[in-house]
């Protein structure tokens, strides 16, 4: 049941927290997308969205737009995917935020491999590296998953399969 989450969002909300209240309406997004209610989960995506407009740079802010990212790359809107992508990957690097520039390599990377850009294999990679130097292994096994998806994709059966063996053994 997502309304204790939600109420939740709502305190945030009237104690002027907006960036938390962003970070939980992600949460919101992610179990609403695993429960395959896609439509509630971008009312959630959206609403995360206007929450963080206009905040500062931030942890938190890098990790709602990496997750916007995300979740636009699975709804299939691969430019704005690659565009907010983008931004989040910005602020992270700005910060130092390792983990969320790996985060956000990853989905700037299958955004570009949707849209026919090959350089985003490099993008993938380059999240793979990133999150391996920053012991970030939930990262790393995300990343070698989507790029081994994306090289399976491209018919690069044995490199995809050696990922996902690598990826199963972390």
């Given at each position: 049941d997502l309304t204790v989450l939600a109420a939740a969002c709502d305190e945030l909300l009237a104690c002027g927290d907006r960036e938390t209240a962003a970070e939980a309406e992600i949460s919101l997004t992610e179990a609403?997308?695993?429960r395959g209610d896609r439509d509630r989960s971008m009312g959630y995506l959206e609403r995360a969205r206007e929450l963080a407009e206009g905040l500062e740079?931030?942890?938190?802010?890098?990790y709602v737009a990496s997750s916007v990212s995300r979740f636009l790359m699975?709804?299939?809107?691969d430019a704005e995917a690659l565009r907010v992508g983008r931004e989040a990957l910005a602020?992270?690097?700005q910060l130092g935020l390792g983990e969320l520039r790996a985060h956000a390599?990853?989905?700037v990377g299958v955004a570009r491999v949707h849209i026919g850009d090959p350089g985003g294999i490099d993008d993938l990679e380059r999240s793979m590296a990133v999150?391996?130097?920053t012991s970030s292994l939930g990262e790393l096994c995300r990343s070698?998953?989507?790029?081994g998806t994306v090289l399976w994709g491209q018919g690069q059966l044995s490199r995809a399969m050696a990922?996902?063996?690598?990826m199963t053994e972390l």
């Open positions: 609403s997308w695993l740079p931030s942890r938190a802010n890098a699975l709804f299939g809107e602020m992270a690097e390599l990853n989905y999150a391996a130097q070698m998953f989507n790029l990922l996902v063996e690598q």
